[in-house]
């Protein structure tokens, strides 16, 4: 879908942004008819209803839980990751420890599942959830945070040269 994107500094949120999104966070999608919706898997299963082809969450019960499981994981992988980059120098042992413990515990069932082939099928919200969580801990915290779950890595490999892949836009630092 053609669509405009605005980089939002997060540090300075404008009343105007926080208007749109209530929690002041990142991403909210305002639709052509001024539909806002706010929260990656809120809006993916929005553009889902609105927009059903290509399928983002794919056909029947089990493949739409494996993406719903794999998005899950993707966001409590990427907000520990961002708990332990932001708050690495000011947050409190706990905190840190928690968000350390979270993202293995993510990370290890996202490995899990690859090996044993349970993955989501056809491309969607599932793979898009892990691969910009993986590229967000990798930016964050280093490559070498990746270097326990070879199998994550391996299993996007595949889906790299994915022309939705490759257009994503880039973080902006």
Do not use: N
Not at 30 to 59: C, H
Not at 78 to 92: P, Q, R, V, Y
């Amino acid at each position: 879908l053609p669509c405009e994107i605005a980089v939002i500094d997060l540090a300075a949120r404008t009343p105007e942004f926080v208007a749109t999104s209530p929690l002041g966070k990142v991403p909210v999608l305002r639709d052509e008819d001024g539909t806002v919706v706010f929260d990656s898997t809120v809006i993916a299963e929005y553009l889902e209803d609105r927009y059903p082809e290509p399928k983002l969450l794919g056909s029947g019960v089990r493949e739409r839980l494996s993406h719903r499981q794999f998005d899950e994981l993707g966001d409590v992988s990427a907000e520990a990751a961002i708990t332990l980059f932001m708050d690495k120098d000011s947050g409190s042992a706990a905190a840190l420890a928690k968000a350390t413990r979270l993202l293995g515990m993510a990370l290890r069932e996202l490995c899990t599942r690859i090996e044993r082939g349970d993955v989501p099928k056809d491309f969607g919200l599932g793979h898009a959830a892990v691969i910009s969580a993986v590229h967000y801990i990798e930016l964050r915290l280093g490559e070498a945070a990746m270097q326990p779950y070879p199998a994550i890595k391996q299993w996007i490999a595949g889906f790299l040269d994915r022309k939705s892949v490759i257009g994503a836009p880039a973080p902006q630092l």
